[in-house]
């Protein structure tokens, strides 16, 4: 089956740093990558679509000077959380999106800022 | 914008017991996907409904299109405590190509 993994699966950063997340289709090739946040018991929110070649699509309320997504190549996205602070502190999870618009999520990244 | 709310919120149930989803969504959609995510856990991809009144069977689990498109349920029969999780439904608007979760139910099954 389709696997999409994560790096890291949990980062501390300090206030004022940035931090890089990484999104990986490891046995097919995704053009279209999403990426959500998610809060503890709640649902997930998609942040941004990320397509392969272009710019990223941010959904409303989303900084994208804040988080900066790149998706370089058809396997992998990047997402770049820029001057942390504690509030952004959660658990980011990609997806990557199949041939029958099906999604593959990656394991998710918990990121806690101090 | 697009609002896909689920119901119940919480649902704890004897093992053996039925249980069902339901999945409402503000506008129409164009199709409807079901994940399940375990404690701990990413959501994990169950199935995905395209045609008005479509009903689709695995195993236990049975999924429902709505007729308007607008709505969706996932029933699960005789309940096991593998089910335990909290179930997604996520409505693809019309218009757009992007995915919008659901709320969220999650399943207590206790033995």
């Known amino acids: 089956g389709a696997v999409v993994s994560q790096h890291p699966s949990r980062v501390i950063c300090k206030s004022g740093t940035s931090v890089k997340i990484e999104c990986r289709s490891l046995?097919?090739?995704?053009?279209?990558m999403f990426w959500y946040r998610q809060f503890p018991k709640q649902s997930l929110m998609l942040m941004a679509t990320?397509?392969?070649?272009?710019?990223?699509?941010?959904e409303q309320g989303v900084e994208k000077d804040k988080f900066l997504i790149n998706h370089a190549s058809l396997t992998l996205s990047t997402l770049t959380v820029t001057s942390a602070h504690p509030e952004d502190s959660s658990f980011y999870i990609c997806?990557?999106?199949?041939?029958?618009?099906?999604?593959?999520f990656g394991p998710g990244t918990r990121l806690t800022v101090t | 914008g697009q609002q896909v709310m689920q119901i119940p919120q919480y649902q704890h149930v004897q093992e053996g017991e039925d249980f069902t989803t339901y999945c409402n969504s503000s506008?129409?959609?164009?199709?409807i996907q079901w994940y399940k995510q375990r404690p701990g856990g990413h959501p994990v991809f169950l199935i995905q409904?395209?045609?008005?009144?479509e009903v689709k069977k695995q195993k236990r689990l049975t999924f429902q299109f709505g007729e308007a498109k607008k709505n969706s349920s996932l029933h699960i029969t005789a309940t096991q405590t593998t089910d335990v999780g909290t179930y997604f439904c996520?409505?693809?608007?019309?218009?757009?190509?992007?995915?919008?979760f659901g709320t969220g139910t999650r399943l207590k099954v206790l033995a």
């Open positions: 996520a409505g693809r608007d019309s218009g757009t190509y992007k995915y919008i």
């Open positions: 997806s990557a999106m199949g041939l029958a618009n099906e999604q593959y």
């Open positions: 990320s397509n392969e070649g272009s710019k990223a699509t941010y």
């Open positions: 409904l395209v045609k008005s009144g």
């Open positions: 506008t129409t959609l164009s199709n």
């Open positions: 046995d097919f090739q995704a053009t279209t």
